[in-house]
């Protein structure tokens, strides 16, 4: 449905990270639980040793000699995630627009390419999962002081960006919208994160929890047209966009008569001697308008891939609330099909606000032009101004449509409107399904959320997903793999992993961070071979600050070869490993996810700490 553009490319960040992996893989020291291999002593080999060999290279020159059961080292090798499994958050509302709590596993049919998907994994948020989910991370802190001075770590799980089309606001639009966003901000939980932006790129006010200043920074929204309104200093003639597309692209010669009469008026004083002329001018505004407009659709639409690209980036649920008034397509189809296909790529939901809430046209224009509507061309223009109303609605209604969002419109009540659409749900629905026999192609595949039952629900929910597709170079499928599984906070239970974060201050600007894990061996396949039980655990372990900005992070791969009382015994005690790192004093969220190579299974879990100043 939504054919993909250009590759979606990593955070420059973490671009950094794979080109420079000495400087931010920090040493990840492994030990194993309660006592050592071989005699008490610790088997793994210096992790340094190899860390620029190429993965062939490594596995052939840290082969285990009989002595050696466990070997620990850095790598650039990472693990794939379970491509198998497709989770869709669902919101369900009824005729009256009220959430539906009480639905079951049961209540919901899943379609994926219209063929009907058995639903293995069902799970409900509310606010109390989101407060256990937080309380839980922030029981993975363990420090020596018996207090953080009152601090505590709200672990960020939604990121909001606010969007404010000022390119193609008007001024009796902006102050609405804006004095309305304050109660999307005031709604605000503590696990949210929100950012403002423009589409004229004028503002950019980073992904915050401070409500104070992001309700300052809504002073600054203000109309910033870029190429239109090219004859707002006369108004003559009055030419909108959806008139120069109208004759332009659409042929209507309709258009030019009407535009060219007011021009008679408005320049000539009705002479009829300098039709021709008014003509000429008519067609003249007529083209630059279209000009104009196309150019500032284009500033909106490369805008919006910037915003789209910062939310690929943070750890959790993405959304993007748009308030325009809404815009014309004419000749840039593609573009609105880009954006909607890089947004689903990167799990971003769009929900948009129509910001001139319940509209009317102007019979007889603006009255704060200085030339209004002719009386011959008042009728016409008034057509034209609902017309384009309609027009301009598609665009905002296909973005929340293609990405599983809401369109808010018809409607004053713009506070309303934005707070349903950038608040969390009180309550929704996540459903997991494994598409059978998917294909490595990286095509799109259209999926529909239905509710068993007569009664009928508005349900919101992602219109599809991308099967994943099969990358030739090895080292950009690694740089995919990764991106995916660190920048999500679902947690996977294929394994059972505890993790504990420590840290110790250097110095009043410095902190030495730890982060310890246990992980439970039980379960987990291993291949016998001469003797021995073989599988590899990949540990990747990733910082991101209290706003979910990326700080530092880590892989380390441990190379078990166990012969079998080891593997007896480390089935009871599991395996700890610690990877380490150097903060500044602030609070942070650990993201850490392991994999074993012989089941392919996974566990990924989230921390939180916070390091006093």
């Not at 005031?186 to 401070?210: C, H, N, V, W």
């Not at 083209?287 to 104009?292: F, S, V």
């Not at 903060?583 to 299974?601: F, M, N």
């Amino acid at each position: 449905m939504y054919p993909g553009f250009a590759k979606r490319k990593l955070p420059g960040r973490l671009m950094r990270w794979f080109a420079v992996p000495a400087m931010v893989f920090m040493g990840l020291a492994v030990a194993l639980a309660q006592e050592g291999t071989g005699g008490g002593q610790n088997a793994a080999a210096p992790a340094a040793k190899n860390s620029g060999d190429t993965p062939a290279t490594q596995s052939a020159s840290t082969t285990p000699t009989p002595k050696e059961e466990v070997i620990s080292r850095e790598t650039s090798t990472t693990f794939k995630v379970r491509v198998n499994l497709v989770q869709v958050k669902v919101v369900v509302r009824d005729s009256k627009g009220k959430l539906v709590e009480g639905l079951k596993r049961e209540d919901f049919q899943l379609f994926d390419q219209g063929k009907l998907q058995a639903i293995t994994t069902f799970g409900v948020e509310t606010a109390e999962t989101r407060r256990e989910r937080t309380e839980a991370a922030a029981k993975t802190q363990q420090t020596a002081e018996e207090e953080t001075h009152g601090d505590k770590m709200a672990l960020p799980e939604r990121f909001v960006a606010l969007v404010f089309d000022d390119i193609h606001l008007k001024m009796e639009d902006a102050i609405p919208v804006r004095t309305s966003a304050k109660a999307l901000i005031e709604a605000m939980a503590p696990t949210d994160r929100m950012g403002i932006y423009t589409t004229s790129e004028q503002l950019k006010r980073e992904f915050t929890s401070d409500k104070a200043d992001l309700e300052s920074a809504l002073e600054s929204i203000v109309p910033r047209p870029r190429m239109s309104q090219a004859n707002s200093v006369t108004n003559c003639p009055d030419v909108s966009h959806y008139m120069a597309d109208q004759y332009v692209n659409k042929s209507n010669p309709q258009m030019l008569d009407i535009v060219t009469q007011e021009t008679l008026q408005c320049m000539f004083g009705g002479d009829q001697r300098e039709l021709m002329a008014a003509r000429m001018v008519a067609q003249s505004a007529l083209q630059m308008e279209l000009t104009a407009g196309d150019a500032d659709n284009e500033f909106t639409y490369r805008a919006l891939e910037g915003v789209i690209r910062r939310l690929s980036g943070v750890p959790g649920e993405r959304v993007l609330v748009l308030a325009s008034p809404g815009f014309l397509l004419s000749t840039l189809y593609t573009e609105e099909t880009g954006i909607v296909d890089r947004a689903n790529r990167a799990n971003v939901v769009i929900n948009t606000v129509d910001a001139r809430g319940l509209y009317t046209p102007n019979i007889g224009g603006d009255i704060s032009a200085p030339y209004g509507d002719t009386a011959m061309t008042a009728g016409y223009k008034t057509l034209y101004r609902t017309a384009e109303q309609t027009e301009n609605a598609y665009i905002m209604s296909d973005f929340a449509s293609g990405t599983g969002g809401t369109f808010f419109h018809n409607s004053n009540d713009l506070s309303a409107g934005l707070t349903r659409a950038g608040a969390a749900p009180e309550v929704s629905y996540m459903l997991g399904f494994s598409p059978q026999n998917q294909k490595m192609d990286g095509k799109y595949h259209a999926i529909k959320v239905t509710v068993l039952g007569k009664t009928k629900y508005d349900i919101q929910a992602r219109r599809g997903y991308y099967a994943p597709k099969k990358v030739n170079d090895p080292g950009e499928q690694a740089k995919q793999e990764i991106a995916e599984a660190v920048f999500s906070q679902d947690e996977i239970h294929d394994m059972a992993l505890e993790l504990q974060t420590q840290y110790f201050k250097t110095d009043e600007t410095q902190a030495h961070l730890s982060v310890v894990s246990r992980i439970d061996l039980k379960g987990i396949h291993f291949r016998k071979a001469e003797g021995r039980n073989y599988d590899d655990l990949t540990v990747a372990t990733v910082i991101f600050d209290e706003n979910g900005n990326f700080v530092t992070g880590g892989e380390k791969l441990l190379e078990m070869r166990l012969l079998d009382k080891t593997y007896e015994r480390l089935s009871r005690t599991g395996v700890t490993m610690k990877s380490s790192f150097d903060v500044k004093p602030g609070k942070y969220l650990v993201r850490q996810v392991v994999r074993d190579s012989e089941g392919a299974q996974m566990a990924a879990r989230n921390g939180a700490v916070v390091i006093p100043y």
